[in-house]
């Protein structure tokens, strides 16, 4: 499990360097898949999922910021923002992510 969790910031890294280039996901994921050779679509998965954690990070800031606001729709249109920011965040990272594990551990 530790391996996994290594090859997988290894892969986040790479995608976060890479995040000029559209689905570095795909290329940090598959890094970390060939790397660890087996397993590779759950390494792949934590990969996206520490790649997306600065996101993921800005959307809580977003969310917290949102609900301190007196204006209730405010707040019900921040934490929808959030919502939605995250399921995109998930969708462009981790399974891309995931994909790319398992073709990096299918080529290794």
């Not at 559209?22 to 520490?50: D, R």
């Given at each position: 499990?530790?391996?996994?969790l290594?090859?997988?910031?290894?892969?986040?890294?790479?995608?976060?360097?890479?995040?000029?280039?559209?689905?570095?996901?795909?290329?940090?994921?598959?890094?970390?898949?060939?790397?660890?050779?087996?397993?590779?679509?759950?390494?792949?998965?934590?990969?996206?999922?520490?790649?997306?954690?600065p996101l993921?990070?800005?959307?809580?800031?977003?969310?917290?910021?949102?609900?301190?606001?007196?204006?209730?729709?405010?707040?019900?249109?921040?934490?929808?923002?959030?919502?939605?920011?995250?399921?995109?965040?998930?969708?462009?990272?981790?399974?891309?992510?995931?994909?790319?594990?398992?073709?990096?551990?299918?080529?290794?």
């Amino acid at each position: 499990m530790a391996g996994k969790l290594v090859y997988a910031l290894v892969g986040a890294v790479a995608a976060v360097l890479l995040s000029f280039v559209p689905f570095s996901t795909v290329i940090g994921g598959a890094l970390a898949g060939y790397l660890n050779g087996e397993e590779g679509l759950s390494t792949g998965a934590w990969t996206g999922l520490f790649a997306a954690l600065p996101l993921v990070l800005l959307a809580v800031v977003v969310g917290l910021g949102s609900a301190m606001l007196p204006e209730p729709l405010v707040q019900i249109t921040g934490s929808v923002f959030v919502v939605i920011l995250l399921f995109v965040v998930l969708l462009y990272s981790v399974v891309p992510a995931a994909l790319g594990g398992w073709l990096g551990a299918e080529l290794s």
